[in-house]
């Protein structure tokens, strides 16, 4: 079934809109989500009270917000069996925290907080899932994602068709969360950060000290030059949770210095080598080993360079090693002489020591040295 479509079955609330703005945002189905990974998948969306999936709260308890639809995804089957949304939150948590984000994960989160009644939180973790898809360059633009934000905010500010408003879940405390985390989420996407920042306290951010809305407000409060001391603490404490997310590695490395400004430099781009993150993360990689800026399209991240020599030698094609001339061409750095090190190790090859030879004769300047220092093995 289509995306869009399963979505309209489920309602109109917000976690709903921002999914069918992220189909949109997307030129093909997005690759590589198995079905039983996402709620969204389900064809039982439209499950009601009463049907597979209705609350199962204690005595004195309070009653879930809405009835979880049945088979509806493997999260939504968890939820079911536990009976709480708070055991499907934490679990999706807890392997979020064990390096395990995959995507879909940000929509489950999505829906089962739509589903409870978390409106505003609805939002922020399907704008985790624009966000991971954009970091990895998985054909969300910035542009899309700013278009489809503003048409569902206004979808919540002005009503009419297929509106938000329709929805007879949404009461007025509810459709006031969402509209502020819709506002903050907006801000904070085109970094506007104090604007964000006023939006995301204003929500109601729950116990989880690692939170994503937690990570944004971190995200804002080093954007607008807060005294970052403590709160450098605080985005280091917070990396086990999103070990997979670029943009996270990204920031940090904007604030922090020395080597671990590099390292976090280093994991974005390896984590996303062509993504939108990635030029600026070499340069500032350049910067922390004396370089420019300006070199950092030069550069490449060890594994960059044992991946290059890998796919090398599993080929028998020394002229994929052309893609590690500009790195050799800088001026000594360690990811200049770590290359040159490792290359050397393949003249034992006679095909790969004759390449060398042919290419240093070809070569000018540093390059040309380099090739022939390797050359000799």
């Known amino acids: 079934m289509n995306m869009i479509l399963l979505f309209k079955k489920a309602g109109r609330g917000p976690a709903v809109l921002l999914c069918v703005m992220l189909a949109a945002c997307f030129p093909e189905k997005p690759q590589g989500i198995p079905p039983e990974q996402g709620v969204v998948a389900g064809e039982n969306l439209s499950a009601g009270a009463g049907e597979a999936g209705a609350s199962t709260a204690a005595p004195g308890e309070a009653e879930p917000h809405r009835a979880v639809p049945g088979e509806a995804g493997s999260y939504a089957a968890a939820l079911e069996k536990a009976g709480t949304y708070i055991s499907a939150l934490e ?22 907080r739509e589903w409870s009644g978390d409106y505003g939180g609805a939002v922020i973790a399907a704008y985790k899932e624009l966000s991971w898809a954009y970091g990895y360059g998985a054909g969300v633009t910035r542009e899309a994602m700013a278009e489809g934000l503003e048409k569902v905010l206004a979808l919540y500010e002005g009503g009419g068709e297929n509106s938000a408003l ?3 879940a949404l009461g007025e405390a509810e459709r006031a969360q969402a509209l502020l985390a819709a506002r903050g989420v907006l801000a904070f996407h085109n970094g506007a950060w104090t604007q964000a920042l006023l939006c995301l306290e204003g929500l109601d951010t729950g116990d989880e000290p690692d939170a994503f809305i937690r990570w944004m407000a971190l995200v804002c409060r080093l954007e607008t030059g807060e005294p970052f001391n403590q709160i450098l603490g605080l985005y280091g404490a917070i990396r086990a949770r ?4 670029p943009e996270y590695w990204y920031r940090g490395a904007r604030h922090f210095s020395g080597h671990i400004r590099g390292e976090y430099a280093e994991r974005c781009i390896n984590l996303a080598p062509r993504g939108p993150f990635a030029g600026d993360c070499r340069g500032i990689l350049a910067e922390t080993v004396g370089l420019s800026v300006n070199e950092g399209s030069s550069i490449k991240t060890r594994a960059e360079i044992e991946e290059a ?3 090398s030698v599993a080929s028998g094609n020394p002229g994929v090693l052309t893609e590690l001339f500009g790195l050799l061409s800088l001026q000594d750095n ?3 002489l770590y290359t040159a090190g490792a290359l050397r190790a393949l003249v034992i090859q006679e095909d790969f020591k004759n390449w ?10 540093r390059l040309a040295e380099r090739l022939l220092y390797i050359s000799r093995g």
């Not at 060398?356 to 300047?365: K, P």
């Open 91 to 112: 679990e999706l948590a807890e392997t979020e925290r064990s390096g395990g984000f995959t995507p879909g994960m940000g929509l489950s989160e999505s829906m089962i």
């Open 166 to 168: 329709d929805n007879p």
């Open 242 to 245: 999103y070990e997979g997310f």
């Open 309 to 311: 020599i890998t796919r």
């Open 334 to 336: 360690p990811f200049t």
């Open 356 to 365: 060398f030879v042919r290419e240093a004769a070809r070569a000018s300047g």
